[in-house]
T-cell receptor
Framework: GNSVTQMEGPVTLSEEAFLTINCTYT??????LFWYVQYPGEGLQLLLK?????DKGSNKGFEATYRKETTSFHLEKGSVQVSDSAVYFC???????????FGTGTRLTVIP | EPEVTQTPSHQVTQMGQEVILRCVPI?????FYWYRQILGQKVEFLVS????????KSEIFDDQFSVERPDGSNFTLKIRSTKLEDSAMYFC?????????????FGDGTRLSIL
């Protein structure tokens, strides 16, 4: 079946620290991979995506690389800010499908 | 930037009552979705809708659920006889095309509380 496994949270970091949120997936074929972010009181926003192996998605200083060999799509940011505090969701769309499969989400809190 | 809007933001309903959750997708989008997130659990796909019919649905989307596009702008999710376990955050999403290359744009969600 199709599933996404995310690093358990919550994660608390100091401002300017390095962030990694791990994400691995199970899917047949070549799924498209996504990171969504949910800021407090808001809906899910697409942060970045990658649609094929070795693609790197990037946005707002966040990056994630589609690793087919390890079935992973880890989210990284070199220097987090207080405004990055949110819940981050890893997700996939399987080949030939249209619906998203989500991980459980990881809550990130960045303290000044 | 165009947004998906959902109303109400919070709905409280007695068990057994019908509830309708409303969504206005982005205006030029053709594909519409409902997802839900029970507190502490994953966001789960419920149903997708295109060209005035359901294109895909999950096992969660049983006979108690229905979707409709009653006019050119609204997309609704109806639960006919609510149960306690229907309490969740419900998210509407839309996209202009289907498939993994097309991002789905989400609304802020409706929190449904069944008493």
């Amino acid at each position: 079946g199709n599933s996404v496994t995310q690093m358990e949270g919550p994660v608390t970091l100091s401002e300017e620290a390095f962030l990694t949120i791990n994400c691995t997936y199970t899917a047949t074929g070549y799924p498209s991979l996504f990171w969504y972010v949910q800021y407090p009181g808001e809906g899910l926003q697409l942060l970045l995506k990658a649609t094929k192996a070795d693609d790197k998605g990037s946005n707002k200083g966040f990056e994630a690389t589609y690793r087919k060999e390890t079935t992973s799509f880890h989210l990284e940011k070199g220097s987090v800010q207080v405004s990055d505090s949110a819940v981050y969701f890893c997700a996939l769309i399987p080949t030939g499908a249209n619906n998203l499969f989500f991980g459980t989400g990881t809550r990130l809190t960045v303290i000044p | 930037e165009p947004e998906v809007t959902q109303t109400p933001s919070h709905q409280v309903t007695q068990m057994g009552q019908e509830v309708i959750l409303r969504c206005v997708p982005i205006s030029n989008h053709l594909y519409f979705y409902w997802y839900r997130q029970i507190l502490g659990q994953k966001v789960e796909f419920l149903v997708s809708f295109y060209n005035n019919e359901i294109s895909e649905k999950s096992e969660i989307f049983d006979d108690q659920f229905s979707v409709e596009r009653p006019d050119g702008s609204n997309f609704t999710l109806k639960i006919r006889s609510t149960k306690l376990e229907d309490s969740a955050m419900y998210f509407c999403a839309s996209s202009d095309r289907q498939g993994g290359n097309q991002p789905q744009h989400f609304g802020d969600g409706t929190r449904l509380s069944i008493l």
